[in-house]
């Protein structure tokens, strides 16, 4: 509510902005655990890391837990394995790094079977140039699903997940191509950081699978309107298909 209303600190602002510093994360630490009053001494993590650790484990342990969305549960205001986790990184790299960030591209876990043939056919213009700029259904489905410039590699299921209802709103009130229907408002958008609080392979494909029942939920043909026209049918199945495509290549 403070960051909404302006009031807060500068340094909340840049939370969902820029990887944070070691700076930015004691003075992130003090700002959420200490008070103007606390008689703790919270040691800076470029002077001395285990001691900056061992105080703020206690701090975090001392603290009021708060809830956690992505979770669904109360946690600390800290993750210190993730703490650690990205001091670890930092040594090995001497990247900038955050702790509330994860790789950028997660492991692929191998395949259980063998993939099927792709549902999603693209139907389109060939052009890269045309596919860039067309306003036809097909088109628009295929600029939100496959990768610029030739538009020939699928995006990651990640960023399917997370893009989905924008695609459909461009489709709607940018191209054109699409007719609104109070049936795509209940689409829920997730958080753009909604994958990030994952520190393992298994989590990380977790975090996946609860994304695509809430999305195939939304993608049940039994589920919608009775006066659909057909190309609303067809755009909302088409997304279906390579959400489906996706979810074999990534999951297996």
């Not at 209303?5 to 944070?20: K, Q, V, Y």
């Not at 079977?113 to 693209?122: H, I, N, S």
């Not at 298994?202 to 043909?221: C, G, H, S, W």
């Amino acid at each position: 509510r403070l960051r909404e209303s302006g009031l807060a600190p500068d340094l909340m602002d840049d939370l969902d902005e820029r990887p944070l510093n070691l700076d930015d994360i004691y003075q992130l630490c003090k700002m959420l655990l200490m008070g103007e009053t606390s008689e703790i001494s919270l040691p800076h993590p470029k002077q001395n890391w285990n001691d900056f650790i061992s105080i703020l484990s206690t701090l975090v342990q001392e603290g009021k837990k708060q809830w956690n969305p992505i979770k669904k549960k109360f946690l600390p205001w800290i993750d210190l394995r993730k703490l650690e986790a990205m001091n670890n990184t930092q040594k090995k790299s001497s990247i900038q790094s955050s702790y509330v960030s994860r790789p950028p591209d997660k492991p692929v876990t191998k395949h259980r079977r063998e993939l099927r043939e792709p549902r999603y056919v693209y139907t389109g213009p060939n052009n890269p140039a045309i596919i860039k700029t067309a306003r036809d259904m097909m088109s628009v489905i295929h600029r939100w699903s496959h990768k610029p410039p030739n538009y020939t590699n699928m995006y990651p299921l990640e960023r399917l997940l997370l893009t989905f209802p924008k695609a459909i709103t461009l489709a709607i009130y940018e191209y054109k191509c699409l007719e609104p229907h109070p049936y795509f408002r209940k689409v829920k958008a997730f958080d753009q950081h909604a994958f990030s609080d994952a520190m393992s392979d298994e989590e990380y494909t977790e975090l996946l699978k609860r994304a695509l029942k809430k999305v195939n939920f939304f993608l049940d043909p039994n589920r919608f309107p009775r006066d659909f026209t057909k190309d609303q049918m067809r755009f909302l199945k088409t997304m279906k298909n390579v959400i489906r495509d996706s979810e074999e290549a990534t999951l297996g």
